[in-house]
């Protein structure tokens, strides 16, 4: 069993102070912490990355991981579980990984539904290539590759996931850790693809926090989180990344089961179980 | 009849690619050794398909342009090759063909109709047809269709049946020979076969001819080859899906052609910093672009060598024939995971989508074992610095360690580091590995020899060029140089194979010279290349006359 403390690591942590990734950091490490407490073995759980401030998150908790590129976060996942269905994938992308680099693999992976957990932590800029605009960014947002502002309305990704199949599909914010911890519990026990939006300001390039503060709540319990789809939807248009004068929900949008991609694919027989390779007698019977 | 050939065609959709593997199946079945060319546009159906068998007592790796009958299904395969026909060559036509001036017509669409076939079952009829002018015996012709047709056999062999009993008088007669049939393979199925032969795992591929059919054999085998194959959305999923895999312990290849690859070098690049094993199957095609989709070319071979930034040691082979495609994807999926490296096959199509009499590769592989992590004191390591460079592999899952891999630059445990003296260590640390891959190497065949030893005139070939080359090379009293491996380019062994000719010729199907280039790089210069980038590939006859030009 480990603790806190144990889950850190040597590496030094350049986060900003103030960045909304130490909450994520502690919900992430507080989850392993009762999930291990659990049963959950540690060196069953592997943290997939893609490459931005969120990235480094995987130097920081000192269990497996693999340190991907920009946008490529959720292939290797899946080939990591489909390789190794027992271990427990948790994967960690940037606004600009899961939506910009990486859109396409996101809407496949929840399509397939890929036994995995996706912790997006979207910041809704570009924090490491100092402050450029985001598929979240509000409309009109100046950075500084669109100084006269975003041309472009932000996507709203709880509904793109929504209509992609995902089968877990919930939103949490840094700034309530607690509430994040219970989220990031239930999505790595949920069977089948588990998204996880969360809101997370930027202390240096995007400060959202007293925006967050003042708008975001709690769904009460039996607001949402069953199968019903239009419900989910509808609480995901509550805020549309955009507007200001919106309250913005947080909590699970939408759960169901259905079969996942390992299943559908592996069967019964895990990949690095399979037995008899039997070349020779194949060629032989091919004459 | 030492050998012959014959050329089957009709317009896509007629299945003349079937009946083409129906009539080297029974060459084969005779003993005869086969090779299937096979030629078709990239459309579904209308545009004009063929393929020509070719059938010897001896080992034989392409296809000439000169045939001994042609299987006509349309006019259009009449107007096209008759050119091709030997003297005292026939043709076989369906008799719905009129003004046809020589050889045999008979109603292929009639007996199908008459007993209630479907159009595409005209192909039936024209296999048996053929067997009957060849003077086959009908127990080969079912029995081949015994062992090759699922779907409506029994109709099929009645069709023909039929087809063979309208036949009164025999062309030709092709004797059984004394050999034992041997398996027919794809270059692909080859290449597939060997990746399994050496464990694979998972194959994850986006179709892209002519890489696709290695999808298809093996989602269709997979179960009983004990594989897994995944189809994701794009190239770039597809190569960082076999990363995860890799990482987590799966032997994984990936496959494409030189436009899917593009999508795939930041894993190129990826794989070798983070150290994680895979073989990449290069299938090319005529480029660039989209190129001519179902056309050859070999002209990938500088793209493959370059391809992904930054330094990192890796392997390129290239087969020229099923047998070698066979035995280098294994050797290649091996020391991808003993060196943890990237690994390369070049195929090509006409490698690719011919079919070959297959004959196991003789004697044991080298086989190098993957280094594993064996537990043991303090925390585990995955880049540990160690005298080869090879830091002994641990997966998730496995107790007592924590697997960190990573595209950052990074410390022993895998943790990201922007110190300059650690990141000179780790880049020493990587490419030291070369220096063991170079050694491994040095102790397999990277470099085959052909023909007459002594000629003082060598033409240097790679890849599937190498059947048309060895066949001209040996009428013509020359000598064949081959590479099997191109990166670590095996200088030595490539010095000893030249020897003392003194007259290069390259020859490849490219434009520029591709290898010719690379040899330079070595000092080794040709004297002169013979190039064809019609997108079609040599044939023995053809080279024959180029080499002629070349050397009077």
Not at chain 1, 51 to 67: E, L, Q, R, T
Not at chain 1, 103 to 126: E, G, M, P, S, W
Not at chain 1, 130 to 145: A, I, L, Y
Not at chain 2, 435 to 440: K, P, R
């Amino acid at each position: 069993m480990r603790s806190i403390k144990e889950l850190g690591t040597y590496a030094e942590n350049t986060w900003c102070p103030g960045c909304g990734n130490f909450g994520i950091l502690t919900a992430v490490k507080k989850a392993l912490v009762e999930a291990f407490e659990g049963g959950m073995k540690a060196e069953d759980v592997v943290m997939v990355s893609g490459i931005g401030c969120h990235a480094k998150i995987v130097d920081y908790v000192n269990v497996n991981s693999f340190y991907s590129l920009h946008g490529r976060v959720l292939p290797p996942a899946t080939g990591i579980s489909l390789s190794n269905p027992e271990l427990t994938v948790i994967c960690h992308a940037g606004d600009g990984d899961a939506y910009g680099e990486g859109i396409a693999h996101l809407i496949f992976t929840a399509k397939r539904n890929v036994d995995i957990t996706l912790i997006v932590h979207d910041n809704r800029v570009y924090g490491l290539t100092t402050g450029q605009f985001t598929p979240t960014s509000p409309e009109g947002f100046k950075g500084r590759s669109t100084p006269k502002g975003s041309p472009e309305r932000p996507i709203n990704p709880l509904e793109l996931v929504l209509s992609a199949g995902a089968t877990f599909v919930a939103r949490g914010y840094s700034g309530k850790i607690g509430h994040l911890k219970n989220l990031i519990l239930e999505g790595v026990s949920h069977r089948g693809f588990s998204f996880i939006e969360v809101l997370q300001p930027c202390y240096t390039f995007f400060n959202t926090y007293s925006f967050y503060n003042e708008r975001v709540y709690e769904l009460e319990e039996g607001e949402g989180g069953t199968s019903d789809r239009n419900l989910a939807v509808s609480l995901a248009r509550k805020w549309s990344y955009d507007s200001v004068d919106a309250s913005i929900p947080i909590g699970i949008f939408y759960k169901e089961q259905r079969p996942t991609f390992q299943e559908r694919i592996l069967g019964d027989r895990p990949l690095l179980k399979r037995k008899g390779q039997d070349v020779f007698g194949f060629i032989k019977e091919a004459v | 009849m030492k050998e012959f050939s014959v050329l089957i065609g009709g317009k896509a959709g007629d299945g003349i690619k079937q009946a083409g593997i129906m009539a080297a199946k029974i060459f084969g079945e005779l003993g005869y050794r086969v090779f299937l060319y096979d030629d078709y546009p990239s459309l579904i159906r209308g545009g004009h398909n063929f393929c020509i068998i070719r059938a010897s007592k001896e080992e034989v790796l392409s296809h000439n342009n000169q045939v001994d009958l042609i299987l006509a299904l349309n006019r259009e395969t009449i107007e096209r090759h008759q050119h091709r026909l030997k003297k005292g060559g026939e043709i076989i036509y369906s008799s719905r063909i009129e003004g046809v001036s020589r050889g045999v017509g008979i109603g292929f669409e009639e007996i199908v109709k008459e007993l209630g076939g479907i159009p595409i079952m005209k192909n039936s009829a024209a296999i048996g047809a053929l067997s009957a002018l060849l003077g086959i015996e009908r127990q080969v012709l079912d029995g081949v269709f015994e062992k090759n047709i699922n779907k409506q056999l029994d109709l099929n062999k009645e069709i023909a049946g039929r087809a063979y009993a309208e036949i009164k008088e025999v062309l030709f007669k092709v004797e059984r020979l004394d050999s034992e049939p041997l398996p027919l393979f794809t270059g692909n199925e080859a290449i597939a076969l060997g990746a399994v032969n050496a464990g694979l795992d998972l194959y994850i591929a986006y179709p892209m001819t002519p890489a696709t059919s290695i999808l298809h054999f093996l989602a269709e085998q997979q179960d009983r080859l004990g594989v897994v194959t995944v189809h994701p959305e794009n190239e770039i999923s597809v190569a960082t899906m076999a990363l995860g895999a890799a990482y987590a312990g799966a032997r994984t290849m990936v496959g494409t052609s030189g436009g899917g690859f593009a999508l795939m070098t930041e894993t190129v690049s990826f794989a070798g910093q983070a150290e994680i094993p895979i073989l990449f199957v290069e299938c090319q095609r005529a480029g660039p672009g989209t190129g001519v989709p179902t056309y050859t070319m070999q002209a990938d071979l500088l793209f493959v060598l370059n391809s992904g930034h930054g330094d990192f040691p890796r392997l390129v082979v290239a087969p020229g024939d099923a047998e070698e495609a066979f035995y280098l994807s294994g050797l290649a999926l091996d020391a991808a995971w003993h060196f943890q490296i990237p690994a390369f096959l070049l195929s090509d199509k006409h490698l690719s989508e011919s079919i070959f009499s297959f004959t196991y590769p003789e004697g044991e592989r080298e086989k190098p074992p993957m280094v594993a992590w064996k537990g043991g004191e303090g925390q585990y390591k995955r880049y540990a610095f160690t005298e080869s460079g090879i830091s002994p592999l641990a997966f998730p899952g496995q107790k007592g360690c924590i697997v960190k891999a990573t595209s950052y630059e990074h410390d022993e445990y895998g943790i990201t580091t922007e110190e300059p003296e650690k990141i000179m260590k780790m880049q020493d640390k990587r490419l030291k590995k070369k220096e063991g891959l170079v050694h491994f190497l040095e102790k397999t065949e990277q470099v085959k020899v052909y023909g007459d030893r002594d000629s003082k005139t060598c033409l240097v070939c790679w890849g599937s060029t190498k059947g048309a080359c060895v066949e001209a090379a040996l009428e013509l009293g020359l000598k064949v140089v081959q590479p099997l491996v191109v990166e670590p380019f095996p200088e030595r062994q490539f010095r000893q194979a030249l020897g003392s000719s003194n007259r290069l010729i390259g020859v490849e199907v490219n434009a520029t010279g591709q290898l010719s280039r690379l040899l330079s790089s070595y000092g080794i210069h040709m004297d002169s290349t013979i190039l064809r980038y019609d997108s079609l590939p040599f044939t023995p006859d053809d080279l024959k006359g180029r080499l002629k030009e070349a050397t009077s």
